[in-house]
């Protein structure tokens, strides 16, 4: 009888050689396409000047408009008036229109619908074209925190989990909502436009250049249900230490349910390829 023919060696084994397939796991996956939105971020001067300047310039605004209000009848600060303020800010520039600038542009580019080819879900997609903006609004946020500490005297916060909180929020609560506007802008171009009906809101009613502490209470309670109001409300709490328990769920709830309406938005409408 003829021999078996004999098993060829595993790996480990001379005289073969195992292939092995590169193993991607959706925070690697997330992380290289972060790093080509960073590079392409990088390239895009007017983008990133809005995105990381102007925010950090705005609170000079909101400091000298505060001088003029009666903050002590509220048991404000200037400071407690400008950090809020200017963390709202980085919110809105840095992550909030730039991240539809960054969904637009890559849709009407067809990189979103070459990336749904590959092994990309979509929220990796959403969540790997975002951090670039949730990092650098992060960074700017901890950049505010110091600066307004070391400028205005601020003490340390009474309730600090209240700011981390809120940030945290504001941060995938304003990639959601980019996301949803983005779900109706046609072009690059008026990608610069519709984000400003939100931004124009919420810098006037939201608390951040008149908390809401100082306006009627009709008008206070309308501008409690705004997207941005949560955030301010949270971080200003930080340090005033004021919120009630009942104030701080309020707010949560409220920042929990624009970030779900986002969601349920972008998951009913946003567009992967370009609008014709």
């Not at 909101?62 to 001088?67: F, G, L, N």
């Not at 990336?115 to 929220?123: F, I, K, P, S």
Request: one cysteine or more.
């Amino acid at each position: 009888m003829s021999a078996t023919p004999a098993t060829p060696a595993t790996s480990g084994t001379s005289g073969t050689t195992a292939t092995t397939t590169p193993v991607t796991t959706p925070v690697r996956r997330m992380v290289s396409l972060a790093r080509a939105e960073l590079t392409l971020l990088g390239r895009n001067k007017g983008t990133l000047f809005a995105a990381v300047f102007v925010p950090l310039v705005l609170p000079v605004s909101v400091r000298s408009a505060a001088k003029e209000l009666d903050l002590a009848g509220a048991g404000l600060t200037t400071g407690t008036v400008v950090l809020p303020a200017a963390i709202g800010f980085s919110l809105l520039f840095a992550v909030y229109s730039a991240l539809v600038g960054v969904f637009v542009v890559r849709r009407e580019e067809l990189v979103l619908k070459r990336l749904r080819t590959g092994e990309l879900r979509d929220v990796e997609i959403l969540g790997g074209a975002s951090l670039p903006a949730l990092l650098t609004g992060l960074v700017q946020c901890l950049l505010l925190v110091a600066g307004c500490t070391l400028l205005l005297d601020l003490s340390a916060p009474a309730a600090p989990h209240l700011a981390v909180i809120g940030v945290l929020l504001g941060l995938v609560m304003c990639a959601g909502l980019a996301a949803a506007t983005a779900s109706y802008t046609k072009t690059g171009e008026s990608a610069q436009v519709t984000p400003l009906p939100l931004m124009f809101v919420s810098m006037i009613g939201s608390g951040t250049f008149v908390p809401l502490e100082l306006l009627p209470d009709k008008v206070a309670a309308v501008c409690e249900l705004l997207p941005l109001t949560p955030v301010i409300t949270l971080v200003r709490g930080a340090w005033t230490g004021d919120l009630s328990g009942g104030e701080q769920l309020a707010a949560l709830a409220t920042a929990v349910a624009w970030t779900a309406l986002a969601v349920f938005a972008v998951r009913r409408w946003f567009r992967w390829e370009p609008r014709r």
